[in-house]
């Protein structure tokens, strides 16, 4: 019974991941691509969850609410253009 908990848990952490990450479709094709892909999405799904946990130890008290794993996502996509730039833009070189 232990491990089909085990398991249930797993399938629901990949089923977030795939949720709030898009991962619906993975663009690489080779197994090894295919790999480390679902390495940085899990990488991604976890800084972003620590991040969370950070702030929710920063936050003020008395200051009611809870966290979302989706809004910090939106956040970060909303500042990511302005910080980065557009990452399908291409760089120039001279």
């Known amino acids: 019974m232990l491990f089909y908990l085990r398991r249930w848990d797993v399938e629901l952490f990949l ?25 940085m999405h899990m990488i991604a799904y976890n800084l972003i969850r620590e991040l969370l946990v950070q702030a929710e130890k920063r936050r003020p008290v008395g200051q009611e ?11 970060l996509h909303h ?16």
């Open 15 to 39: 089923d977030d991941i795939k949720t709030s990450q898009r991962m619906d479709m993975l663009r690489c094709k080779s197994p090894a691509m295919v790999t480390r892909e679902l390495l």
């Open 65 to 75: 609410g809870r966290l979302s794993f989706i809004g910090t996502l939106d956040r």
């Open 79 to 94: 500042w990511h253009s302005p910080l980065w730039g557009n990452p399908s833009s291409k760089v120039v070189t001279k």
